[in-house]
């Protein structure tokens, strides 16, 4: 038997007098374990908070790789034309022009991983919503509630 107590005030000041109270309407059964309603809610996504706490990490790993394999490559693009970008300053543009042209190119690379990763991730969302238990579409309808949450809400 389950019994759910509603307090204005702390419930751990009311624990007492209202686990008293159960066991005398239940006739004299003990009383298993009483919890407060941010202790059964913590318990019951405790797995979903898990969950997403690996997928951060691990996200946040793939992010740190992606930047630090970008600025390698940036780097090697860079050093290979170390030559080239002296001949063109040999040759007298001005320095801005220079770093206007090494900057495109990064951008250039830049921007064809992004539309790489962008298509990744749309492919990988069913797999995401999958672990997360959400939809990855959007809904049809112009509420956020289902009708059987919107009775609920309204007793």
Known sequence: MAW???????????????????????????????????????ESTRRDDFNMTLLVIFGSSALLLAVIG?????????????????????MGPEPRNVRIMVILEGMRLALG????????????SRLISGLTGTSSTPRSRGSALNPPERKTLKL
């Open 113 to 124: 991983g992004v539309g790489i990763g962008t298509v990744f991730a749309l492919g990988t």
């Open 4 to 42: 759910i107590v509603r307090t204005t005030g702390p419930p751990s000041a009311i624990g007492r007098p209202v686990e008293k109270e159960l066991r005398d309407a239940s006739g004299g059964l003990p009383i298993a374990s009483a919890r407060t309603m941010a202790e059964v809610i913590a």
């Open 70 to 90: 970008i600025y390698g490559l940036m780097a090697y693009t860079v050093g290979q034309r170390t030559q080239d970008v002296a001949i063109r300053m040999a």
